[in-house]
């Protein structure tokens, strides 16, 4: 009886969730703000690659910046002159449309054209967790080992994007950035997956086009 209760439980919260991030989604439509979701482990990178998004292109960005301790990212996205709502979780991690609900509020919807969702830094919880966006963006760097996507398959059934960062380090680190292309594909073969690096540039400017791609279309 105690796990049948566990699972109607977790029913409830999922169909919830379901229905505000139904509602997050009409409110930004509203507005006409296209919502992506980054997700992606603690250093993968997400962070640096909304700043370099920020810095090169010309839409007007706002940035949810959700974190157990949010100042830090929040902080760094401040400093591009862009709006910004940080959002502590505390012991949870993951954001949940509940907690977006509440950042949009205090957002200025009106003047912005993109708002960047940065989820927290884990490849698990965030899974199940719809937040009303119109993409999910999945980042994961080499330095994780190629053997990440194998280890976290659910999250990359669904996305919409998938960037598979820090290229440049993977003789450093010995990992296969192909084999983790090909692992992508395996779960997700409608996905694009884009190899990146910061430092040299490299699959940056792929990733601004895949992005404004999911916009005209939306």
Not at 82 to 90: D, K, R, Y
Request: charged share 30%.
């Amino acid at each position: 009886m105690h796990k049948v209760a566990e699972v109607e439980v977790q029913h409830d919260i999922m169909v919830a969730n379901k229905k505000l991030a139904r509602k997050n989604q009409r409110i930004l439509d509203k507005d006409r703000v296209f919502s992506v979701d980054v997700v992606g482990a603690i250093g993968s990178g997400k962070t640096s690659l909304i700043e370099a998004i920020i810095d090169a292109v010309d839409y007007k960005i706002g940035v949810i910046a959700g974190d157990v301790i949010s100042k830090y990212d929040a902080g760094r996205f401040e400093n591009h002159n862009v709006p910004v709502v940080g959002l502590n979780t505390g012991k949870e991690c993951h954001l949940d449309a509940h907690l977006v609900e509440h950042a949009l509020h205090d957002m200025p919807l009106e003047d912005i054209d993109v708002l960047f969702i940065e989820n927290v830094g884990n490849l698990i919880c965030p899974v199940d967790f719809d937040l009303g966006s119109h993409m999910r963006m999945v980042v994961i760097s080499v330095t994780e080992g190629d053997d990440t996507v194998e280890k976290h398959p659910l999250i990359f059934q669904d996305a919409d994007l998938v960037v598979i960062n820090k290229v440049d380090l993977a003789e450093a680190v010995g990992a296969d950035s192909d084999k983790m292309v090909r692992d992508v594909k395996e779960l997700n073969s409608e996905v694009q997956v884009i190899k990146t690096s910061l430092k040299t540039g490299t699959g940056f400017e792929e990733v601004i086009k895949a992005i404004d791609g999911f916009i005209t279309d939306n």
